[in-house]
């Protein structure tokens, strides 16, 4: 997985849209991939290594913002297919 596959499949997926802060529309993937940790009781504090979904994300050049887009939406985890989901 690189910046440009992950760039080519948000354009098969129509995700160009521009960016929902400042309306420019220049962004750059950013190298490597992040998860996302789904934590549905804080009381527990934060767990680290509980459940989490990979993202690529994407910064607008222009103000910074941040999206995140899951890999498994986008068919991008190949060796780690969570099938758990249910
Ligand atoms: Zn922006």
Redesign the pocket.
């Known amino acids: 997985m690189n910046r440009e596959e992950i760039a080519n499949k948000l354009k098969d997926k129509g995700a160009t849209k521009?960016?929902?802060?400042?309306?420019?529309n220049?962004?750059s993937v950013l190298d490597g991939y992040s998860n996302l940790i789904l934590q549905d009781d804080l009381s527990k504090g934060l767990v680290i290594g509980g459940p989490s979904v990979p993202v690529a994300l994407l910064a607008?050049?222009?103000?910074?913002?941040i999206t995140s887009h899951a890999l498994g939406a986008l068919g991008l985890l190949k060796d780690k297919e969570d099938k758990s989901n249910g």
Do not use: D, I
């Open positions: 521009a960016c929902h802060r400042c309306n420019k220049h962004f607008c050049n222009n103000c910074g913002a």
